[in-house]
């Protein structure tokens, strides 16, 4: 529902992407169906269903543009610098580069390291306006100290959408409304962080075995 997030976690391997793609509708389901706004997606053109969705993707592009193209790229028949820029400030504070800074060393620019591009990636996935977010490790390669902030400025620009967040580090997810926990290609719980704590089953075993690496 809208304003809702859902996160989705499990150990690698445990079927989160899987489940993320069936519900973008990237993959069709084998068994059973898959809805979006009531209608099965079967009945959806691509086209439609991916003009009302973002995906962030940790299989992110690295564009050697400008900052500002890189981000303008996420909905490249939307020109808004104001909005690029907002973005910009969101997730990209690098010291030295704005957005008129050109990226790739093949071409005399600025090179990113790998948490810089995945915050770019992230920052031109919020530019496109769609009411359903989907995000896949979108902080595979942001330190655990930056990802918290990065997971602040998800949940400010998530408000009235839905959101979808796969990962498996779970330092970050408490501003869920529901977690869906899998393993082995099924969902085994799902609840809210509180919730699946109480229960002290495979969430609670994952929360404390993360935890621990911290304390």
């Known amino acids: 529902m809208a304003g809702d997030i859902v996160a989705i976690v499990g150990e690698n391997g445990s079927g989160k992407t899987t489940l993320l793609n069936i519900l973008n509708g990237t993959y069709l389901p084998s068994k059973g169906q898959s809805f979006f706004n009531g209608v099965n997606v079967k009945e959806y053109r691509e086209s439609d269903l991916y003009s009302q969705t973002t995906i962030v993707s940790q299989q992110?592009?690295?564009?050697?543009?400008?900052i500002l193209d890189n981000i303008e790229i996420g909905d490249a028949f939307n020109h808004n610098e104001n909005k690029a820029e907002m973005h910009f400030k969101n997730f990209c504070k690098f010291d030295g580069i704005n957005l008129q800074t050109k990226l790739g060393i093949e071409f005399n620019g600025k090179d990113l390291s790998g948490g810089q591009w995945q915050r770019l990636a992230i920052a031109r996935g919020f530019y496109k306006n769609s009411n359903l977010v989907f995000l896949d490790e979108p902080t595979s390669a942001i330190d655990p100290i930056e990802e918290n902030k990065v997971y602040l400025a998800f949940a400010k620009l998530?408000?009235?959408?839905?959101?979808?967040?796969?990962?498996?580090r779970l330092g970050s997810i408490k501003l869920a409304n529901k977690i869906?926990?899998?393993?082995?290609?099924?969902?085994?719980?799902?609840?809210?962080?509180?919730e699946l704590l109480a229960k002290q089953g495979a969430y609670h075993h994952m929360w404390k075995s993360q935890s621990d690496l911290f304390l």
Request: aromatic share 6%; glycine share 12%; charged share 25%.
């Open 180 to 194: 869906i926990v899998m393993d082995k290609g099924e969902i085994i719980e799902m609840g809210t962080h509180k």
């Open 158 to 168: 998530l408000k009235g959408k839905t959101g979808c967040i796969v990962t498996h």
């Open 60 to 66: 992110f592009a690295k564009y050697k543009m400008t």
